[in-house]
């Protein structure tokens, strides 16, 4: 079958020797109705912080799937088949807090930054903040099992740098349900940065629970400060189902199942996803005019809304975020004697500028770093997005919305 490859021109980026990766399956997070108990964790006989428990989540459809998530080896997630697009989310990420990281610093935060990990998992965000100028982090979650993974893997961590890492506190809680202002450990706690990857769409069953969520993120942030974070992107939602002929669209890495082609509601608008052994469970709708009203009515900007690619475009230049490419194999090396994906045409854009480096330097054997495209169609159903808390009422910020979908492509030799 003849390659049939899109309108849009693809990014390339051409570079020397080095390139290349997701962490979709992060929990949503927060607190609910009651303390249940606390739970001490030692090291060598030293406290090493406290998980602190504020909900009861066992009639939560959300925390008894992530709860119920079977940790998986290294040679199983190697084996699966998003696990390229699994790295490449993950370079989203550690590239996002970063980059705002490095904007706090530039901005007068030269102490450290306190940062919340608001939906934080099993911890795979951990090391990033290590690598960040971190002083203090508070990660919560819904789901009790993953804090205690995430706190296994801060032990670790702590005991691996001697002590000098940054201070953590661990709540089990439910976000969407209680403000978490009340359950720090000191009522003047504040935030620097705060952050919510592949989470903030759970809130949206209704306008309550989306709010509550919101002021969680934002309440404690101090002026200047960021919130930041992942979501699915509405506008394709809405594409891809328009262009269905059922109500249901995908492949064999992902699908997304809605009742019916209804125009999508601000709140509860349900739908379920399914991603290849780490999600299958229902989300809701959030678009991004609701989510920017919400914001502002704690004093946030928003400064930042990208597609995937749109995000790889503006930072792929830099020479130590294709480092980390490379290190965490963000991208797929093609051709490649096993290639991720096995379906025809999977690899047809990359194909297309391998034939044209080839037609310019005959006898080359080019190599390139890009994701298949079923892995793409997952992966691009993500925008990236960012707030400030603005000094004044008076600061206004103009951010186009962002639309391209071109497949992240990186020449590595020529």
Known sequence: MKCKVGAKLLRIFFSTPAIMASNRGNSPSGSRRRKLNDTDFRDNGKPRGKIRVFCDTAGNAIASHYNQLPERGRVSRTQSKIYFMRNFNNWVKSVLLKTFQDRLRDEGQAQGVTALDLGCGKGGDLLKWKKGNVRKIVCTDIASKSIDQCKTRYNHNYKQAQGNIYKAEFLVADSTQQRLSELYRSDKQSFDLSSCQFVMHYSFESEARATMMVRNLCERLRKGGYFVGTTVNSDVLRQRLDQSETNTFGNDVYSVSFDSKDEFADYGHRYNFRLDGVVDCHEFVLQRKVLVELAKGFGMELVLWQTFSDFFAANSRSRENKDLMKTI??????????????????????????????????????????????????????????????????????????????????????
């Open 329 to 414: 194999k963000a991208l797929e090396y093609y051709p490649s004697a096993r290639p991720s994906s096995g379906k025809e045409n999977d690899y047809c854009h990359a194909d297309q500028v391998i034939a044209d480096i080839k037609e310019r330097k005959p006898g080359s054997e080019p190599k390139v770093g890009t994701l298949s495209q079923s892995e793409w169609d997952a992966a691009s159903l993500y925008v990236v997005f960012a707030f400030k808390k603005v000094e004044s009422e008076d600061e206004v910020f103009d951010v186009p919305a962002s639309t391209s979908d071109d497949i992240p492509l990186l020449v590595i030799s020529s």
